[in-house]
């Protein structure tokens, strides 16, 4: 999959997969607020993560928890709904694929367009991507490209991963090599030929 | 596909009066305003996608089953279940009855994509008595395995799957239910056993309820009782005929042990050797003359320690802390033939990782846990 560290969404709808990887984080997550790039999540996603029942919580996922309740108490990861309208039609080409959290993003992300998806989920980025037209982000793209832009340092790749592998039984660490190592290469070809390329805005996004 | 107000009304009204879970309740649970989900349930507003998804995922259900007409009718099957057996069911049973028929969807769905085909066992009777019925198919069952008449199989589960049946282990509370049948408009054949009990008589209920799916498909659904509840029905022909099948596949009369004089020690051997209770065996050792109602009395006097005891679907070969899991799993309804083909299922690209949760009944954290005792992993990309 090619990838350009230099862009990234402004706004993106984010499924329940991508802000767990996103809170792991403590300097990640703080690193994109730096970069002002803006997160939302829908209802079914605000219910996987905090409500929803579960027989039993560890420490590892009440922290992450916790950090989501922040992060909302400022604002961050607001809510955006999605129509059964959106739901009926862009379920109609993946019947049993998904998962609620995954369907309700794609479907928000239909209804406003210029917003991308996040997901770290290979078929349901497919999905959307190939079969609906959406963008699509990922924590990994997040990570190559706030390197990129210097909102994160090299010294900061142990210790991202170190947070990450922390609470992630399933960590993407291979794919957070990959995007550094994308963006260091990316950013030492730039600065060899003089200019390293602005943040997007949405106007040029 | 077109909204239809009145069929998502109804249904959402209907799915929580089946697993009888009152409107504030559900509210609670969903983060739904009590006030929204009335008028929800009465019509007066549609759900928003999220709504939809949140009750559908509540009520273990895929939400096409709320919005899409063109879908078999999804809730026939438990209102007749109920209809009938309805005091026997607490609304965790409920729950745990429909999150098996969930179970049981996605299973069927995954064995169909992956192409995965059973061998139907289109059993024809001779006769009219009911109890022979049950001799007749179990012995055209082994047949049809290819079992010779001596032969001991410990996993009949993965028997009865490969003859297209759904079969999930749960815990319920109302430990009088040895196991029920329930035949589904997707699934087709679903059989619930109760993991309230020990591990030989669930596999003697599977075969009874595997009976049932043979010969009483047509009632849509059953409820069986152990002999030793109240409920339990003597005279039934049906549940007669179900318990000789079972005996049969499991202790072929020609396996029985012909032995003079019994004593516990006897008797614990030879349930252990057939991986059956000691009250089945008396049974069958009864039903073919071989020892009278005394010897009966001794032999179930007795029972195979359970530290002896070993489970198809929780083998030896784990350690300690995989069998803890792998059994936890198991209360949950998740076999060990499910789990795999869940996530054979997403490493296809069948599903995603999100959908694999759901299917395992599972969160992301515990997704990635049960990936991990099973080896298997999730798959990300860049």
């Given at each position: 999959m090619s990838f350009d560290p230099a862009r990234f969404a402004v706004a993106s709808v984010v499924d329940t997969c991508s802000v767990w990887n996103m809170l792991s984080s403590l300097r990640l997550n703080q690193a994109a607020i730096q970069a002002k790039l803006h997160f939302c999540i829908t209802p079914v996603v605000l219910y996987e993560c905090l409500y929803k029942p579960r027989p039993n919580i560890t420490p590892e996922q009440k922290e992450l928890m916790d950090r989501l309740v922040s992060n909302r108490a400022k604002g961050r990861f607001p809510v955006q709904e999605c129509s059964l309208d959106d739901l009926l039609t862009i379920s109609e080409g993946a019947p049993g694929k998904l998962g609620s959290g995954e369907l309700s993003c794609i479907a928000a992300a239909y209804r406003i367009r210029n917003i991308a998806v996040m997901t770290d989920e290979k078929l349901a980025r497919r999905y959307a991507q190939n079969n609906l037209g959406l963008s699509v982000e990922t924590t990994p793209r997040l990570y190559g490209y706030l390197h990129y832009h210097q909102?994160?340092?090299?010294?900061?790749h142990d210790e991202v991963i170190k947070e990450h592998e922390r609470f992630e039984k399933r960590p993407l660490t291979q794919f957070f090599n990959q995007t550094f190592d994308d963006a260091m290469r990316c950013r030492l070809m730039v600065n060899m030929s003089g200019s390293v390329a602005k943040p997007p805005t949405p106007e040029n996004h | 596909m077109k909204i239809d107000l009145v069929l998502i009304s109804s249904r959402l009204a209907e799915a929580r009066r089946l697993q009888a879970v009152e409107l504030a309740e559900a509210a609670t649970q969903t983060g739904i305003d009590a006030g929204r989900l009335a008028s929800l349930e009465a019509g007066q507003l549609a759900p928003s996608g999220d709504e939809l998804l949140i009750l559908a995922n509540y009520y273990a259900?895929?939400?096409?089953?709320?919005?899409?007409?063109?879908?078999?009718?999804?809730?026939k099957q438990t209102d007749i279940l109920y209809r009938r057996f309805?005091?026997?069911?607490?609304p965790i049973d409920r729950r745990a009855i429909q999150e098996f028929l969930f179970l049981c969807e996605i299973e069927a769905t995954l064995e169909k994509e992956l192409g995965r085909s059973s061998t139907p066992f289109p059993f024809t009777p001779t006769g009219t008595h009911l109890k022979s019925h049950g001799d007749q198919a179990a012995q055209a069952l082994r047949r049809q395995m290819g079992y010779s008449s001596k032969q001991i199989r410990l996993d009949i589960y993965a028997d009865f799957r490969s003859i297209g049946l759904h079969v999930f282990r749960r815990r319920l509370a109302n430990s009088e239910i040895s196991g029920l049948y329930i035949e589904h408009p997707i699934a087709g054949h679903c059989i619930l056993v109760n993991?309230?009990?020990d591990i030989y008589r669930q596999r003697f209920s599977a075969s009874h309820e595997a009976a049932h799916a043979i010969f009483d498909s047509s009632d849509a659904a059953s409820v069986s009782y152990q002999?030793?509840?109240?409920?339990?029905?003597?005279?039934d022909l049906k549940e007669i005929r179900a318990n000789r099948f079972a005996s049969c596949y499991l202790m072929p009369p020609e396996l029985l042990p012909k032995i003079q004089h019994w004593d516990t020690a006897l008797a614990q051997h030879w349930a252990q050797t057939l991986k059956v209770s000691t009250e089945a065996l008396s049974y069958a050792l009864v039903d073919a003359q071989l020892i009278d109602q005394g010897t009966a009395k001794l032999i179930r006097s007795v029972r195979v320690p359970m530290a002896e005891k070993i489970d198809p679907e929780a083998p030896?070969?784990?350690n300690a802390t995989q069998l803890n899991r792998r059994l936890q799993l198991l209360e949950r309804g998740l076999s060990d033939y499910y789990v795999g083909m869940c996530f054979e299922a997403h490493k296809q690209g069948l599903i995603s990782a999100g959908r694999l949760g759901e299917a395992l009944l599972a969160d992301h954290k515990e997704t990635r846990e049960i990936s991990i005792l099973y080896g298997r992993s999730i798959v990300n990309e860049l």
């Open positions: 909102h994160l340092g090299g010294a900061d | 259900r895929d939400f096409r089953d709320f919005v899409d007409p063109s879908r078999p009718e999804p809730f309805g005091q026997a069911f607490t993991y309230e009990e002999r030793n509840s109240s409920k339990y029905d003597r005279q030896e070969y784990l």
